[in-house]
């Protein structure tokens, strides 16, 4: 199994504890996000032997030496003002390594800046060296994780997310 942590909404985390399921929904991806992540959707479901309908659920594996949990800088740099005053958790997964697929987040970053500048993804094959392993890239570079969904059965820890009075350097 593989340690993964990912930030989501309190209502997702009562949704797979009702459930004991979450899929992400196109209806929540920005749309100028939509063909990245359509990609990497595509590149996930290549990964795990399933197409994929809904997109990944992005997740951490690293941030700043490998198997560290993300930092209160790392939630501050993806989360709006807005998500964090709702009430954010993080949420720690045991995940199995078949369903994960794992890349250089600054690569990542570098692609998604790319097909938000053209108006869809660009051709692919230059882009799949963020796969390599391991996958980081560059100094300081983290390791994102991407998941099909989130299983309950995964979930092994779950917390408030607390930013205000934290240095930016804790893990969250």
């Not at 979450?22 to 359509?38: G, L, V």
């Not at 794992?102 to 800046?113: K, M, P, R, T, V």
Request: aromatic share 10%; net charge negative; glycine share 4%.
């Amino acid at each position: 199994m593989t340690r993964l942590w990912t930030f989501q909404s309190k209502a997702i985390l009562a949704g797979i504890e009702a459930n004991g399921l979450h899929t992400a929904s196109w209806e929540t991806a920005s749309e100028s996000f939509r063909p990245a992540y359509r990609w990497m959707a595509k590149c996930l479901g290549e990964f795990v032997n399933h197409a994929l309908n809904a997109p990944p659920v992005w997740c951490w594996h690293s941030c700043q030496s490998i198997g560290m949990a993300p930092t209160v800088d790392t939630a501050r740099s993806l989360l709006s003002d807005y998500d964090i005053e709702r009430g954010m958790v993080v949420i720690e997964l045991e995940v199995p390594p078949a369903s994960l697929l794992a890349s250089s987040y600054h690569e990542w970053n570098e692609f998604l800046d790319r097909t938000i500048e053209c108006g869809s993804a660009p051709t692919e094959r230059e882009w799949r060296s963020m796969f390599d392993v391991p996958p980081v890239k560059h100094r300081g570079d983290d390791i994102q994780a991407v998941i099909p969904h989130i299983e309950c059965d995964w979930v092994i820890a779950s917390r408030p997310l607390v930013i205000a009075g934290r240095d930016k350097t804790d893990a969250v």
